[in-house]
């Protein structure tokens, strides 16, 4: 019975508003995942590199880099192509779609992200991984 407790799927959940920030991680804590944080596209490819998450919630609009332009620096590096990317979008037109699945997303979720469906998709994602 000693020695580290087993954790669940670790996420990284990119995202500029701190609201949704604080409410999501909360949701995905109690869900028993594992919760990292970036505010930000070059915080999200640090912390990205560095703790090498599962899964990554994309927000697309972000201060700095577009969440596109994340995803493709992220599956041009040999240390973070194989993470799972799903795009949070907030226009959920079919070309951004396309151009979430362009970049090298898995998937997309529109904006508002509801909270029930989000947590059914995940698996889903987590079970896409290379
Ligand atoms: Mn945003």
Known sequence: MSGRVVAGPRI???EDNEAIRHA??????????EVALAANGGDALDTARREQ?????????LPDLNGLEVTRRLKADDATRGIVVVAITG???ESDGEACLAAGCAG??????DAAHLL??????LGNRE
């Open 12 to 14: 990284l959940l990119v």
């Open 24 to 33: 999501f991680s909360i949701l995905l804590e109690e869900t028993g995942y």
């Open 53 to 61: 998450p599962d899964l990554i919630l994309m927000d697309l609009g």
């Open 91 to 93: 226009r959920a037109l």
């Open 108 to 113: 997309y979720l529109p904006k508002p992200v």
């Open 120 to 125: 059914r998709k995940i698996p889903e994602f």
